[in-house]
């Protein structure tokens, strides 16, 4: 299972992290990912990391501004947002999948992330 969190309302240009914790399941052995979705809108991808912690991978619209990472010892995924934008407003979901998954096998509740302009 895992639970998502640190969502909220921030300024346009500022900052929020968002955090995931798994319960049921090791980061350390996962492939993970982030995604979101805003309203009327289908769920889009934003940034993934390797079970391995060594690659990484953005969408073009947060590339630069976004940075994931995780927390073996916390058994955590991160997400650190910034310079935010108002199109950056939408439900955030976390993800994970094995390394023997083509799809992502788990997903957090999703927590939202509201920018104000």
């Known amino acids: 299972q895992l639970q998502a969190s640190g969502g909220g309302l921030v300024q346009a240009g500022g900052s929020l992290r968002l955090s995931c914790a798994a319960s049921?399941?090791?980061?350390?052995?996962?492939?993970t990912g982030w995604f979101r979705q805003a309203p009327g809108k289908e769920r889009e991808f934003v940034a993934a990391?390797?079970?391995?912690?060594?690659?990484?991978d953005y969408a073009a619209y947060v590339k630069g501004r976004f940075t994931i990472s995780k927390d073996n010892a916390k058994n955590t995924v991160d997400l650190q947002m910034n310079s935010l934008k108002p199109e950056d407003t939408a439900v955030y979901y976390c993800?994970?999948?094995?390394?023997?998954?083509?799809?992502?096998?788990?997903w957090g509740q999703g927590t939202l992330v509201t920018v104000s302009s």
């Open positions: 993800a994970a999948r094995s390394r023997v998954a083509n799809e992502y096998e788990f």
């Open positions: 049921g399941l090791t980061f350390r052995w996962y492939s």
């Open positions: 990391l390797s079970w391995s912690g060594i690659t990484t």
